[in-house]
Nanobody
Framework: QVHLVESGGGLVQPGGSLRLSCAVSRSFFDINAMGWYRQAPGKEREMVALITRNGNTHYGNLVEGRFTISRDLAKSTVYLEMNRLEPEDTAIYYC?????????WGQGTQVTVSS
């Protein structure tokens, strides 16, 4: 079982930045992919960013160019750097880890973009 703990959410003004962190309870050696997803009220959960075992990254259309996913293998942590935030980015952000027989989610962290 993999346990994930997200942090870094909060309230930010439009145009601002936030950095989310997701601490993973196990090493990365057999993890296939880690990602960030978000769910806004009344909407389905959507993929925000993914990073694969070999370091390839993928982004949702709405965030590409503004968000950056990265990881620190030594700290077993994955990050989401969010820049030029927009009110439409308001959502609960969830960290996800996928490995053989594993599909684990964090508890979520709220991001609110408002003036």
């Amino acid at each position: 079982q993999v346990h994930l703990v997200e942090s870094g959410g909060g309230l930010v003004q439009p145009g601002g930045s936030l950095r989310l962190s997701c601490a993973v309870s196990r090493s990365f050696f057999d993890i296939n992919a880690m990602g960030w997803y978000r769910q806004a009220p009344g909407k389905e959960r959507e993929m925000v960013a993914l990073i694969t075992r070999n370091g390839n990254t993928h982004y949702g259309n709405l965030v590409e160019g503004r968000f950056t996913i990265s990881r620190d293998l030594a700290k077993s942590t994955v990050y989401l750097e969010m820049n030029r935030l927009e009110p439409e980015d308001t959502a609960i952000y969830y960290c996800n880890v996928r490995a053989p027989n594993v599909d684990s989610w964090g508890q979520g962290t709220q991001v609110t973009v408002s003036s």
